[in-house]
């Protein structure tokens, strides 16, 4: 069975910085992604990037304040978060897509696989 295990949220003040980790388990993905939502809103991309690692992609949100790095030998995605805002609050998901997939890389229907949700909470 596929599992991702997300790691790495908490509670931070604004300005500050949290890394989130995911690991995968049993199989190689292609894309991997973040998302997160928060309360009363629809999930939501952050980041997302391919197999090689190599391209990377942010919302225009979190662009130049989040990089996503993936290690694909050990199967993990991690997402370093700076210059965090109390906007920034939300459950954060990993999610990682295998072929054959449909959507872009933004979106949740492209992703066949998700972890829990990690909590990150900015305060003011």
């Known amino acids: 069975q596929v599992q991702l295990v997300e790691s790495g949220g908490g509670l931070v003040q604004a300005g500050g910085s949290l890394r989130l980790s995911c690991a995968a388990s049993r199989r190689t993905f292609d894309t991997m992604g973040w998302f997160r939502q928060a309360p009363g809103k629809e999930r939501e991309f952050v980041a997302a990037v391919t197999r090689s690692g190599i391209r990377a992609y942010y919302a225009d949100s979190v662009k130049g304040r989040f990089t996503i790095s993936r290690d694909s030998a050990k199967n993990t995605v991690d997402l370093q978060m700076n210059s965090l805002k109390p906007e920034d609050t939300a459950v954060y998901y990993c999610?990682?897509?295998?072929?054959?997939?449909?959507?872009?890389?933004?979106?949740?229907?492209?992703?066949?696989?998700w972890g829990q949700g990690t909590q990150v909470t900015v305060s003011s």
């Open positions: 999610a990682a897509s295998t072929a054959p997939y449909s959507g872009s890389y933004y979106q949740p229907q492209r992703y066949a696989y």
